[in-house]
């Protein structure tokens, strides 16, 4: 829209000669209430009357500069534009139609507006239009004011106040034109606007008051005098109502109310109350005679729930007025239109509500279900609040296991159960769960309230319900399971003790025997004796295998420290394993000038471990590859063979201690699935990282890294 903030006013030239036109003096100077519109040859407005103010909203200088169908509904552009070309093509020419303009709040009103050229009259060259409102005869039912009968109860529903106010003062104006009584129970706001339009009829209230014609009253203060509890007393509204009506009516043929109590109550979220005042109204009804007006604004039924109340309200009327978007239908091809699109849209909420309750049931059940398996979990889960990390749930397992009751739980943080051992514990949990939104402690010691020493497995997930953020714990007791492994330990460590005795006896005799017989004849006797050094061997390295991973477990392996050339062991491990295999050829690719820290035979044992695993692992290829690389922190020795592969979904766990793959064809080799174990704890003891790459049937390739000596800042003891 263009505007100018120009001051426009009409010079005395053109006022004078306005005024000297009998047809538009009548205009300009009695009905002051009327917009006046002056247009030139362009079809823009070149003056607009101060009374544009009240009625639309718009400050004259807002509409000066704009063109003259600005603010025309578009329904109604093509009647505007047709009335504008022919008063345009004859000078003097009158037409006159009714259309819809836009306020600057956005809604519409109806006017009928007149147009006639006087282009050619001097001083005043426009087009002068005249608009008056007429909204209140189109839309508000006011044709039927004064038919009403005494004691109709109609209501009427409203999506704006200027809409109810234009029909309220219909009804009253009727009604005071006529020497009815007219009583109006309304809040303030509305009081005030409507005696504004009544007085602007030309309505003398005061007078009228003092008559006893006009009685208003306040709704809120009116209201609160006969509720109780919530609802309204029916012997106090008879008493407090019936008598206003009473009086109002002495002498008087009939009387008119307005109450807006019933919509307060309604929008407060009381519609038993409101309900039950109408109740009252039509009682009252059947004891004075009175015609009666209520409203309600359409913005308070949006919601499916009030679907039945709304229809309610309808049977205590006897006839119900709907809202100005009906209202303002004109003809009657546009109300059927109107009520097929209501049905429409009935019928998708109707649809949409349905679909809305299955759903809502389907998440009931779902509720239940979560709920029986949450109480029946033999884990114990704990749900908590992430900004306050205090416990807001906890099922029954949870309170078997620490020993505290649900209700004792809930509100505590988890430090104060024994779950992390102090408060700077949980606060750092609480950062990896914002971090992360998942944490993990395989092995925690918990302290019950009956002071006893659990050990648990604990995972922790933050994750949203509901648009709001929530972190369950699930927790697990593994006390049974760490107890059946620390007897297991104690039973290796007892059992390899045990075996290593009479095993070093064993080899010790073997080499005396091996050593006595020489002489040709024994050759036979010499290879079997061979056999079982091989196999007492084997044994022996099983048994300090197991002897160095219960020494693990109790942190009583001894580690040596000292320099070492990493090329030099790698090469030294290398031509001994070449040594004892004939089936494989151990290929060195390369080296480097690789200096490290630490025990180097634990270091060869790693080496040892992981060549023996790739000749074995690989029985239809004849090459491994070893490869020593190196950066400016680290040794990285890598080990790969062409064999049989490891699938993806058992590559993380083969360093777990005892463990084997699964697989059929893995099973053929024969192994306790200790060798990575202990050579994960070797390498991470060293400051160092070992990992796999392999892919099924493709081969493997281990590595492992070694801090460099000259760089080594010994964050581990060893």
């Not at 090469?571 to 820290?597: D, P």
Request: aromatic share 8%; hydrophobic share 40%; proline share 3%.
């Amino acid at each position: 829209m263009v505007t100018t903030s120009k001051k426009i006013q009409l010079s005395s030239h053109t006022v004078k000669a306005l005024k000297h036109n009998e047809q538009y003096s009548h205009s300009l100077i009695k009905n002051d209430s009327d917009i006046i519109v002056l247009v030139n040859e362009e079809s823009i407005v070149t003056f607009v009357s101060p009374s544009i103010t009240p009625i639309l909203g718009y400050a004259p200088e807002e509409i000066v500069g704009c063109h003259v169908l600005v603010l025309v509904h578009p329904d109604d552009l093509d009647t505007v534009q047709w009335m504008l070309g022919e008063i345009g093509q004859s000078p003097g020419k009158s037409l006159s139609a009714e259309y819809r303009l836009c306020c600057k709040d956005g809604s519409w009103r109806w006017f009928e507006g007149s147009g006639t050229n006087l282009l050619h009259v001097p001083g005043i060259e426009a087009i002068v239009g005249n608009f008056r409102d007429v909204t209140e005869r189109k839309v508000a039912p006011h044709s039927h004011w004064s038919e009403m009968s005494a004691s109709e109860h109609f209501v009427q529903f409203y999506e704006s106040e200027v809409f109810l106010l234009d029909s309220l003062s219909g009804f009253i104006d009727t009604g005071l034109s006529a020497g009815d009584a007219c009583i109006v129970i309304a809040t303030k706001a509305h009081r005030e606007r409507l005696e504004e339009r009544l007085k602007a009829k030309g309505l003398d209230l005061i007078a009228a008051h003092t008559r006893g014609e006009y009685i208003a009253l306040d709704a809120v203060e009116t209201l609160s005098k006969f509720m109780v509890d919530g609802l309204p007393e029916p012997q106090r509204f008879l008493e407090i109502i019936g008598s206003i009506i009473r009086q109002a009516g002495e002498g008087r043929l009939r009387v008119r109310a307005f109450g807006e109590m019933v919509a307060l109550l309604w929008e407060e979220g009381n519609q038993a109350g409101a309900i039950h005042l109408e109740e009252l109204w039509n009682d009252l009804a059947g004891i004075h005679s009175f015609s009666l007006f209520c409203a309600y604004p359409m913005h308070g039924f949006g919601k499916a729930a009030h679907g039945t109340p709304f229809t309610e309200i309808g049977t205590h009327h006897t006839r119900v007025i709907p809202a100005e978007s009906y209202n303002a239908l004109a003809t009657p091809d546009e109300r059927l239109r109107a009520i097929t699109l209501l049905q429409q849209k009935a019928e998708s909420l109707h649809a949409e509500i349905m679909e809305r309750k299955e759903a809502e049931k389907a998440l009931r059940i779902s509720e239940i279900r979560y709920r029986r398996l949450f109480e029946a979990a033999r884990d114990g889960v704990l749900i908590l609040d992430p900004r306050t990390r205090k416990i807001l749930d906890a099922n029954p397992f949870m309170e078997e296991l620490l020993g505290y009751t649900r209700e004792e739980l809930i509100g505590k943080e988890l430090f104060e159960i024994g779950l992390h051992k102090d408060e700077q514990a949980n606060q750092d949990a609480f950062r990896k769960l914002q971090e992360n939104h998942y944490i993990r402690y395989e092995d925690l010691p918990l302290k019950t309230k009956r002071g006893e020493k659990r050990d648990i497995e604990v995972v922790a997930n933050l994750y949203e319900e509901e648009d709001k953020p929530i972190i369950q714990y699930n927790i697990r007791d593994i006390s049974a399971r760490k107890k059946l492994e620390r007897q297991k330990d104690e039973f290796i460590s007892m059992a390899s003790h045990e075996l290593k005795t009479p095993v070093t006896s064993l080899k010790g005799f073997l080499n005396l025997l091996q050593r006595r017989l020489t002489s040709p004849e024994d050759e036979k006797e010499l290879h079997y004796l061979a056999r079982m050094n091989a196999q007492v061997h084997k044994l022996a390295k099983l048994i300090n295998d197991l002897l160095d991973i219960s020494k693990m477990q109790t942190g009583q392996l001894v580690y040596r420290e000292e320099h070492f050339d990493v090329d030099a062991l790698v090469q030294e491990i290398v031509e001994n394993i070449q040594g004892t295999t004939q089936t494989h050829h151990l290929l060195l690719e390369s080296q480097t000038q690789a200096e490290a820290f630490g025990d180097r035979d634990r270091i060869g044992q790693v080496l040892i471990n992981l060549l023996n695993n790739a000749i074995k692992y690989s029985p239809q290829a004849s090459t491994v590859l070893m490869r020593v690389a190196k950066d400016q922190n680290n040794a990285l020795v890598s080990v790969q063979d062409f064999g049989i592969g490891i699938a993806k979904e058992h590559q993380q766990k083969i360093f777990e201690r005892f463990y084997q793959v699964t697989d059929p064809e893995e099973r053929t080799y024969p192994g306790l699935g200790i060798g990575l174990y202990i050579s994960l704890e070797i390498v991470k003891r060293h400051g160092g990282q070992i990992w796999v790459e392999s892919k099924k049937g493709e081969g493997t390739t281990f590595h492992f890294t070694l801090p460099l000596f000259q760089e080594r800042k010994r964050q581990v003891s060893l």
